[in-house]
Each structure stands twice: as C-alpha cells, then as structure tokens.
C-alpha cells in the first residue's frame, strides 16, 4: 500500500488551465513493476469516475472520452510526480480530483482514497 499526496487545485475560468500534481513515494516502482498512476474525479452526489491513467513500461496512456484532447497526463521521473495537465476548462470539470496507484491498469487499487484536490471552474 502507498500513499499519494494530490495539489495543484484551485479556481479557474471556462477555458483556462490548471495542472495537478500527485507526489508518488520513490520505492513504489519498485515494489509494483507494472504499476498504473491514474487520476480520478468526484462531484457531490456521483460516483467517483475515472479521468486518465499511464503506465510506466511504455508509457501507456488512457483517458476518458470526455477529457482526451483537452487533458495530458505524464509522469516527472526526477520530482516522482504524476501530473495532469488541464487545459480548456469546462464548468462541468468542477470536482474533486484524486490520484491512485494500481497494480496494473484496471486492477487492484493499492493506495488509499486522499484528501484530493479541489478544481472549480467558473
């Protein structure tokens, strides 16, 4: 089990732009060789949905229907850090966003839900 730390949150206006960060502990890699980062969102009153993922061995990238071509997700080798670039915000991108680890992509979550980060677009 790992424990991610989200930031990068805040208030933007339709159309503008915010990256999150999630801090990834350095031995993580190490202990899951096929590890998955992926950023998830959650509104009240919804279920938490899924928003993107990488997988380091390629890297190997997912992102939702609704989010690819205005989000970009990467990983900062050097910062240990997984990052979401998002640009053209929309109203409806208004959530909380978390960061999770999984054993492989579309398997078993190894790290614990956080706090998040809050994105409010206005």
């Known amino acids: 089990q790992v424990q991610l730390v989200e930031s990068g949150g805040g208030s933007a206006q339709a159309g503008g732009s915010l990256k999150l960060s999630c801090l990834v502990p350095?031995?993580?890699?190490?202990?899951?060789?096929?590890?998955?980062l992926a950023w998830f969102r959650q509104t009240p009153g919804q279920e938490r949905e899924g928003v993107a993922a990488?997988?380091?061995?390629?890297?190997?990238?997912y992102y939702a229907d609704w989010v690819k071509g205005r989000f970009t997700i990467s990983k900062d080798n050097a910062k240990n850090t997984l990052d979401l670039q998002m640009n053209s915000l929309q109203y409806e991108d208004t959530a909380m966003y978390y960061c999770?680890?999984?054993?492989?992509?579309?398997?078993?979550?190894?790290?614990?839900w956080g706090q998040g980060t809050q994105v409010t677009v206005s």
């Open positions: 999770a680890a999984e054993i492989y992509c579309g398997g078993p979550q190894i790290s614990p």
């Open positions: 350095r031995d993580t890699w190490r202990r899951f060789p096929n590890l998955c």
């Open positions: 990488i997988f380091s061995g390629g890297p190997y990238t």
